[in-house]
């Protein structure tokens, strides 16, 4: 299943709307536990939010981020494969001295 950083700021803000009497400092950390991704993780606590507000609207950037570099640079089927050098796509040449 693909999870996308926008289904999943949907699904957590729509269950945050049935949760009364809590805090934005809790509501953020249960929003930075739920990353599923280490970089988004670690992008998300060097740029932490203040309130659950200042959440909402970072998340709806990088939303449209992340959306922006889908329709740049698309999944392929070969991305799934590998091609035995995961770092370097068909396109690119690995320059590196190892073979």
Not at 76 to 89: A, L, V, W, Y
């Amino acid at each position: 299943m693909n999870k996308t950083l926008r289904s999943y700021t949907w699904r957590f803000f729509e269950m945050r709307a049935t949760i009364a009497n809590i805090t934005d400092d809790d509501v953020i950390r249960c929003f930075q536990n739920g990353l599923f991704s280490k970089h988004t993780y670690h992008n998300f606590g060097c740029n932490r939010p203040a309130t659950a507000v200042e959440l909402r609207d970072m998340m709806t950037r990088w939303d449209d981020q992340e959306d922006e570099e889908n329709d740049r640079f698309p999944k392929r089927n070969s991305d799934k494969q590998g091609n035995g050098n995961s770092h370097f796509d068909k396109g690119q040449q690995n320059h590196s001295r190892n073979p």
